[in-house]
């Protein structure tokens, strides 16, 4: 029986070939952008589950509340880790820095990044170390561990345990490999090429006894490896007042625990509270799946019940001589999973065709591992979901034609069906008009941000990470520069001008009230900031050699003086560090940290032992590549051990919205096949009705009908359906639209326009598939048409 009912299938789709290639194709399509949105989806539900502690492992963050609301920042005070290791219900404490470094093993020079680490880190994220073990590696503060990457391309094939590298950041020191780590996978919150002891960062850097008692210099990343069976609540609660209990300058902040689990997905955070993140887009992304699947199982039922007229005979004869209705079920539906299967097989060779422009798009490297049985349990169930979902109704409405009346002609089949085509074809039309939306809010959205005023001039603006040689050789390195002509002006800062790395509390000011408290941002500089940078100031003057005072100076942003309330700013007093400082200039203010909110108050103060990045402004010109040859040979004359590299203010303003970017592109990509696969949809649906009303176009034209009005006629059906959907849709898409805008403080209002232009584009794509159809029909000779009767 199973072999006559796959000979039946195999008879019905080779007969109606045009429409089962429509059928295969539209769910091929369907389920491959389904695969592909939940390959995604699974990478990113998946980051961080490298780490078998993933359920125990949290990040101490600080909730800061200022007049305007709660900061939320990642960085913590030194001190705190001593703090948090006399609670019983915390397992485990580290403490990360990052750092760059250059490694040095004979004539092999290479600057990589790493990370200082507390002993503790390598048994609490359990990275699979190919040499040395987890508890020792770090214990010694003379020792290095290196990546296998690392190790390969300083010692090549040689064994590297207890061999020597050269490190060099503030000085030079001999180091001891005592571990190779396997490389750092790309979906983990960690990025590192070597990982040094803290107690190592602790001995050789200036600053750390400062840091080691100070609870208001939050410059350190902490985590912490609960108990299993601790309560993460009551661990909150037990740590919210360390640092305002220990330090009066931050009495306004509060610590919590932020759970591994969460650091991916929810990492949004308003006024303190989490408020989201990528877990949005992931749910977003997640529903785009299944409504593609849905829209593609639409386009199988609707032209299965459409054509239900050239079965209906097969299901009078088969009925009549003892068929059961279970057994033409099953027939159908097992038509159905053929169907299925046969586009599933399409679809895993689309998605292999696609995966390498996908994973450009998304800067990632995605796979299938077709050796994992959950994939092909995957596979199964998905060929059985989409055959039942789209074999269902067609099964069950074909099953319950009445023998007697199909072969006595008395039932017009194929109309049974007409409402809920035109339901399902409207609920298509809708998620379409809706995807399409979207797509133009998210993208209008990210051009809006790119384009905001940040306040400075990003063209031609160079960025290099500092090192101990060039901050021992900057006055000549910057006065080199300029008088050769290969830099307009350089500028040195404690961060690059598209970053915030510090933050402190303003301690008080003229107008201060009681309980009031402003945090702001900081930038550590010395002379010409605000001219490399091109930075307009709006009162009073930049720092200048010409006043010696300008140790103990400070600058504000415009954004600073309105949160302070300052009305004559500039000769004012304020006071932050322990120190008073006057002010000396007002300057524009600039974005430095989200490109999605609102600038933030900042002071700027002149600390030329505080540096972290050199800016050099490039004269303008065509041959910037002359240009680049000219501050390369500059930079290596005083900085000879480091390779020379940089990277430009621009490029680096643009990575603030890869995300945001990458998933404009995505809501793009499958906009367009929502509306490929709805129209693959259409055209089948289109042709069908073409060709179910030949007799009354003949005898139309006969009648005197032009073609134009027979077109006419034809397309009107589908354009209510496309008004219909419009009117369902548009004001859905509205209410998510503002939805997903009120999520940045910067944004625009929905365009007025979006929704006509949606609307428009639907019905054009209607008209033309439908009208193509219609025209087929409309200038076929009547006489055929009638004869074809």
Not at 200 to 227: D, H, P
Not at 348 to 361: D, G, H, I, K, S
Not at 591 to 604: A, F, K, Q
Request: aromatic share 10%; with cysteine.
């Amino acid at each position: 029986m199973l072999q006559n009912y796959f000979k039946i299938a195999l008879r019905s789709l080779r007969r109606n070939g045009a429409y089962s290639i429509i059928n295969i194709a539209g769910l091929s399509v369907g389920i491959a952008a389904s695969i592909l949105i939940l390959l995604w989806v699974h990478d990113e539900l998946t980051f961080n589950h490298y780490f078998s502690r993933y359920e125990t492992l949290h990040q101490v963050k600080l909730n800061t509340h200022v007049d305007n609301g709660v900061m939320t920042g990642g960085f913590t005070p030194l001190p705190l880790r001593e703090a948090l290791t006399q609670d019983a219900r915390i397992k485990h404490v580290a403490v990360t820095v990052g750092q760059s470094a250059l490694l040095t093993v004979g004539d092999k020079k290479l600057n990589k990044r790493g990370l200082d680490a507390s002993e503790s880190f390598l048994e609490m994220f359990d990275f699979r170390l190919l040499q040395g073990r987890a508890e020792t590696a770090l214990a010694d503060p003379r020792s290095i561990v290196l990546t296998k990457a690392t190790a390969i391309a300083l010692f090549g094939d040689e064994d590297p345990i207890g061999k020597m590298v050269q490190v060099k950041i503030e000085g030079n020191d001999e180091l001891k490999v005592t571990a190779v780590v396997a490389d750092p996978p790309p979906n983990i919150s960690f990025s590192f090429d070597f990982i040094l002891p803290f107690t190592y960062f602790e001995a050789t850097s200036s600053w750390i006894k400062y840091a080691r008692t100070n609870w208001s210099n939050n410059g350190f990343e902490t985590y912490v490896e609960l108990q299993p069976s601790a309560d993460k609540g009551a661990v909150d609660d037990a740590i919210r007042s360390l640092v305002k209990t220990n330090s009066s300058e931050a009495r306004n902040a509060e610590l919590f625990l932020h759970p591994m689990s969460h650091w991916r997905l929810y990492n949004n955070f308003e006024n303190g509270k989490e408020q989201g993140g990528l877990i949005d887009y992931v749910m977003l992304f997640s529903g785009i799946a299944v409504f593609i699947l849905v829209i593609a199982c639409i386009n199988f039922m609707n032209l299965a019940t459409a054509r239900s007229e050239h079965r209906a005979r097969e299901v009078g004869i088969r009925k009549s001589v003892g068929s059961s209705r279970k057994q033409l079920i099953a027939q159908f539906m097992g038509e159905s999973l053929l169907i299925s299967a046969l586009a599933f097989v399409l679809s895993v060779a689309l998605v292999e065709m696609a995966r390498p422009f996908y994973n450009t798009l998304l800067g990632k490297h995605l796979t299938i591992d077709y050796t994992s049985p959950l994939i092909w349990i995957f596979g199964v169930s998905l060929v059985l979901i989409t055959g039942v979902m789209a074999g269902s109704y067609p099964a069950f409405y074909l099953s319950s034609f009445q023998p007697a009346k199909i072969l006595k002609g008395k039932v017009q089949v194929g109309k049974g069906g007409r409402l809920p085509r035109k339901v399902m074809v409207t609920l298509q039309f809708a998620f379409s008009i809706l995807l399409f939306i979207g797509t133009v809010v998210i993208y209008r959205q990210i051009e809006f941000l790119k384009n905001r005023e940040v306040g400075y001039d990003r063209e031609n603006l160079m960025l290099v990470w500092s090192t101990s040689d060039l901050e021992k050789n900057y006055a000549a390195l910057k006065q080199e520069l300029v008088n050769s002509g290969a830099a307009l002006s350089m500028a040195k800062s404690n961060s690059p001008i598209t970053s915030i790395f510090a933050s402190s509390a303003v301690e008080g000011w003229t107008g201060m009230r009681s309980g009031q408290h402003v945090e702001v941002t900081n930038i550590a500089t010395e002379y010409d900031y605000t001219k490399t940078m091109g930075i307009k100031m709006l009162e009073g003057r930049d720092f200048s050699e010409a006043f010696a005072s300008d140790t103990a100076a400070v600058i504000l942003n415009h954004a600073a003086v309105r949160a302070l309330d300052l009305k004559d700013p500039v000769g004012d007093k304020l006071k932050m560090w322990g120190q008073t400082w006057t002010i000396v200039g007002v300057m524009d203010d600039v974005l430095m940290g989200s490109g999605s909110r609102n600038i933030d108050p900042l002071v700027m103060n002149m600390d030329p032992s505080w540096s972290t990045t050199l800016t050099v402004r490039l004269p303008k010109t065509n041959d910037l590549q002359g240009s680049l040859r000219r501050v390369e040979a500059v930079f290596r004359k005083y900085n000879p051990d480091y390779p020379f590299e940089y990277r430009f203010a621009d490029d680096e303003f643009q990575l603030k919205f890869s995300n945001i970017t990458m998933i404009s592109r995505l809501a793009g990509v499958f906009a367009v096949l929502a509306l490929f696969i709805t129209g693959l949809g259409l055209f089948g649906m289109a042709a069908f009705t073409a060709e179910q009303r030949t007799k009354e176009i003949g005898i139309r034209k006969v009648m005197g009908a032009n073609v134009t009005g027979l077109v006419l006629l034809l397309t009107k059906d589908f354009s209510y359906l496309v008004l219909i959907a419009f009117v369902i849709a548009a004001p859905i898409a509205g209410g998510l639209a503002n939805a997903f805008l009120e999520r940045y403080q910067v944004r625009i209002g929905v365009p007025w326009w979006v929704f006509p232009l949606a609307g428009c584009v639907s019905l054009v794509i209607t008209m033309i598939i439908v009208s193509g159809q219609a025209m087929r029909v409309s200038l076929r000779n009547p006489v055929d048409s009638l004869r074809s009767e």
